[in-house]
């Protein structure tokens, strides 16, 4: 059991250019969400979704888009990258709402130059 | 929104002894607790958590307390070891549709062999 996979695990950008991170998870969770990791500040929400087609901002949105197609797959795009965007990104997946029973993914750690 | 502060940000403890990380919250409407550790390198892993109806859980060496009245909670580990060394962070939920984990800022155990 994979649990919740993110590609790649390093990525160093240009400013400006775009990405996909991706996330994936084998548990048949309903509910998924992308959190940003900072120096002192923990996890913020970025985005999140309770099921497939069904999307919702979090605490810091801005220069990101997601889309959930299948209930496996819950990819982060990064519009046009700035430095502001260096961090270490985390995929979570849930059997519930609320935040009960995350699974958090290994993390991809993101360099924006 | 929900705001989760953690104390302390550093913790140094010797091998055998209790370290204590404590939370606050904001949102009395919070009533979802959970604690995650952090290991290098790694996702947040989630090691124990306390709903509103309970005041305090234990599991082995690790328990949770909550004061609903004064809005925190905080984490005890007994008989300390190296391997708990690792970053700690609590988090709040609401438990809604829609309102995922707001996370506190971290705590980085260490304990000294």
């Known amino acids: 059991n994979a649990g919740v996979t993110q590609t790649p695990k390093f990525q160093v950008l240009k400013t400006g250019q775009s990405m996909t991170l991706q996330c994936a998870q084998d548990m048949n969770h309903e509910y998924m969400s992308w959190y940003r990791q900072d120096p002192g500040m923990g996890l913020r929400l970025i985005h999140y979704?309770?099921?497939?087609?069904?999307?919702d901002q979090g605490e810091v949105p801005n220069g990101y888009n997601v889309s959930r197609s299948t209930t496996e797959d819950f990819p982060l795009r990064l519009l046009s990258a700035a430095p502001s965007q260096t961090s270490v990104y985390f995929c979570a997946s849930s059997y519930s709402y609320g935040g009960y029973g995350y699974t958090f993914g290994s993390g991809t750690r993101l360099t924006v130059v | 929104g929900e705001n989760v502060e953690q104390h302390p940000s550093t913790l140094s403890v010797q091998e055998g002894d209790s370290a204590v990380i404590k939370c606050t919250y904001s949102d009395s409407a919070s009533n979802y607790f959970p604690w995650y550790k952090q290991e290098l390198g790694k996702g947040p892993q989630l090691i124990i958590d306390?709903?509103?109806?309970?005041g305090e859980k234990k599991d082995q060496r690790i328990a949770v307390t909550l004061n609903k009245t004064a809005k925190h909670f905080s984490l005890h580990i007994t008989e300390t070891q190296p391997e708990d060394s690792a970053v700690y962070f609590c988090a709040a939920s609401t438990g809604n549709a829609g309102n995922m984990l707001t996370f506190g800022g971290g705590t980085r155990l260490m304990v000294k062999p």
């Open positions: 979704s309770v099921g497939a087609g069904i999307t």
């Open positions: 306390i709903r509103s109806n309970v």
